[in-house]
């Protein structure tokens, strides 16, 4: 094992781990940049600017989600075939059902009594603007990785991180001032991923758009099951049982999604590469497999040592989520074999395999979590967990070897 990792560790410059590296570096900084924007936002506006903002700014996240259509996926998977050709197709489509999306949204969400106010056409721009910004910040932000320069992604994520700043000098705008401040920040990480890109060609490809669009849709559609569980599941754990376990739940199972942001870094490191074309996939997946496993067993005792103290920095009462923290850990486990099949799946473009394993995944996580939850409490969560990766991995192996 020792001889193992000096080997990797004299491997780290190398593509596939240089790029992991800034990949979970960025997750990182986005992650304690939003608790710090937030917290700064609550000191400085009322509860009702952060209220009606915190819906807004989800709004944007979920516009700039829905409008990538699965091409950051094409994007990698097609990028070593088509270049700078697939960048451009990539941000004008992208770009285009941003504003559709968002002008749909405010036309919408204008008419009720929470959003009314701020209704006018000035507002419908901002939303949409911003919507754009936070559309082709991901986009550029998958080019950067995927040209294997993933430190202009982390630069990127610091730049966006600084968006609390923006925060002090726009507190008269109330709700408005904090999403300007959030999109403010999405502008600086694009500007600097507009200078630091090159030969983007601003012309759709036809070529490249009919060769990815069975790609793009059903990796689309996978991105939405595997995400759906997440969301859904906090307003599950409400119904059933209340504001306080759904407060332990959300903090425990946002800490546990943390903890993974490493092998996730690794497995998108590895899609890149293998869309290159690897020469020994099969030797690069299992290093890539084993420096997961090796970090999931550091980050399994260090949760089972320093969880509770984790939990507690949140406050003395968020300790009731330590089980449900430490099934989520256990469940990485399996999720690392799934992740990677997917990705081995989406290399050779079996798109409908990858479309039937999150699926499959996202039916037991919500349906065993329904039934698991009355009985054992958010502890039900992670069983459910775990159980749904356990039979998602053994389905993605079965398609593997057919």
């Not at 088509?82 to 559709?100: F, M, P, Q």
């Not at 204008?110 to 721009?125: A, I, R, V, Y």
């Not at 999109?183 to 090159?198: E, S, T």
């Amino acid at each position: 094992m020792m001889k193992f990792i000096r080997q990797e560790l004299k491997n780290l410059k190398s593509p596939l781990y240089r790029n992991s590296i800034y990949i979970s570096a960025s997750s990182m900084i986005t992650a304690v940049a939003g608790f710090i924007f937030w917290n700064v936002a609550a000191r400085l506006y009322s509860p009702e600017d952060v209220g009606v903002a915190s819906a807004l700014v989800s709004a944007i996240n979920l516009v700039f989600t829905v409008s990538l259509l699965g091409l950051n996926f094409s994007l990698i998977r097609f990028y070593p075939e088509y270049r700078e050709r697939a960048v451009g197709s990539s941000l004008i489509l992208a770009l285009a059902a941003s504003v559709v999306a968002s002008t749909a949204y405010v036309l919408v969400m204008g008419k009720s009594d929470s959003l009314g106010k701020l209704f006018s056409f000035k507002f419908l721009l901002l939303f949409v603007l911003f919507s754009m910004t936070g559309t082709a910040y991901n986009v550029l932000s998958t080019y950067a990785i995927v040209k294997r320069k993933a430190e202009h992604s982390f630069v990127q994520s610091i730049l966006f991180s600084l968006r609390f700043l923006f925060l002090f000098a726009l507190v008269s705008l109330g709700a408005l001032g904090i999403v300007s401040a959030f999109g403010l920040g999405l502008a600086l990480g694009v500007l600097y991923g507009i200078i630091a890109v090159d030969g983007i060609r601003f012309k759709p490809d036809v070529e490249y758009l009919k060769s990815s669009l069975k790609f793009s849709l059903g990796n689309y559609v996978a991105s939405l099951a595997n995400s759906a569980p997440n969301y859904l599941m906090p307003t599950l754990i409400l119904t059933m049982l209340g504001k306080e376990e759904t407060a332990y739940f959300y903090i425990a199972f946002a800490v546990g999604n943390l903890i993974l942001f490493v092998p996730n870094a690794i497995n998108t490191s590895f899609f890149v590469e293998g869309s290159y074309g690897l020469k020994d996939m099969r030797r690069t997946l299992k290093k890539a497999v084993a420096f997961s496993y090796l970090y999931l067993t550091a980050a399994t005792v260090f949760v089972w040592l320093f969880g509770g103290l984790i939990l507690r920095f949140f406050g003395e009462e968020y300790v009731n989520g330590l089980k449900l923290l430490r099934l989520m850990v256990l469940g990485g486990f399996f999720v690392v074999p799934v992740n990677f099949s997917i990705s081995v799946l989406n290399i050779g473009k079996r798109v409908r395999e990858v479309v039937g394993i999150n699926v499959l995944k996202a039916v037991l996580f919500l349906g065993l979590s329904y039934l698991l939850v009355p009985k054992l409490g958010i502890e039900g969560v992670g069983i459910g967990l775990i159980i749904a990766q356990v039979l998602g991995m053994f389905c993605a192996i079965l398609f593997l070897l057919i």
